[in-house]
Antibody, heavy 121, light 113 residues
Framework: EVQLVESGGGLVQPGGSLRLSCAAS????????MGWVRQAPGKGLEWVAN????????QYVDSVKGRFTISRDNVQNSLYLQMNSLRAEDTAVYYC??????????????WGQGTLVTVSS | DIVMTQSPDSLAVSLGERATINCKSS????????????LAWYQQKPGQPPKLLIY???IRESGVPDRFSGSGSETDFTLTISSLQAEDVAVYYC?????????FGQGTKVEIK
């Protein structure tokens, strides 16, 4: 059974940093690209970033470029999102998701339960 | 950037009736080299993560009831629920994965009339 479990969310002050983690199990992690999607309270889904199976390609939404970094550890079967210079508008539930294949241009076929990030003073 | 626009924002349908949701992209998401539309549909129930329903615009994900179907090509797409069930109350999102940013539509809320 595919499982994606996010952790690392919490309350952080504006300008602060946070590192989200996603522990993957139940599939061959290094066969799949992975991604992060966020959802602000009461709002719709926003794609944040994708990373190819080997980490060689990464894409980001413009609003997080230069502030967020997606990475992965194929030995630990883990996905990460390093978030720096956080803003109030980054407040959201962050979902880890598996892409259907190894390339970053595929649909998201499995999702974690999400972790809440709140940016507030 | 490719902008995804769904319509309507919400709809109320009687149990057993058809629900139709539209999704329009600001440019074609049809990739000529493989003739595939890079368009997916997701369902999100309250308090739950999204769930994949349809990919490549018309391929139903394994385990998804056959009352859900997707159609369309290039810039205009439709998700149809042929006979609405109580468990289908949710917000539905389309997403293009043709180019970056891989945007979602704003969502369509489906309720029971």
């Amino acid at each position: 059974e595919v499982q994606l479990v996010e952790s690392g969310g919490g309350l952080v002050q504006p300008g602060g940093s946070l590192r989200l983690s996603c522990a993957a199990s139940g599939f061959s992690f290094d066969d799949h690209a992975m991604g992060w999607v966020r959802q602000a309270p009461g709002k719709g889904l926003e794609w944040v970033a994708n990373i190819k199976r080997d980490g060689s390609e990464k894409q980001y939404v413009d609003s997080v470029k230069g502030r967020f970094t997606i990475s992965r550890d194929n030995v630990q079967n883990s996905l990460y999102l390093q978030m720096n210079s956080l803003r109030a508008e980054d407040t959201a539930v962050y979902y880890c998701a598996r892409l259907a294949q190894d390339t970053t241009y595929r649909h998201l076929d499995y999702w974690g339960q999400g972790t809440l990030v709140t940016v507030s003073s | 950037d490719i902008v995804m626009t769904q319509s309507p924002d919400s709809l109320a349908v009687s149990l057993g009736e058809r629900a139709t949701i539209n999704c329009k992209s600001s440019q074609s998401v049809l990739y000529d080299s493989n003739n595939k539309n890079y368009l997916a549909w997701y369902q999100q129930k309250p308090g739950q993560p999204p769930k994949l329903l349809i990919y490549w615009a018309s391929i139903r994900e394994s385990g998804v009831p056959d009352r859900f179907s997707g159609s369309g090509s290039e810039t205009d797409f439709t998700l149809t629920i042929s006979s609405l069930q109580a468990e289908d109350v949710a917000v539905y999102y389309c997403q293009q994965y043709y180019g970056d940013p891989q945007r979602f539509g704003q969502g369509t809320k489906v309720e029971i009339k």
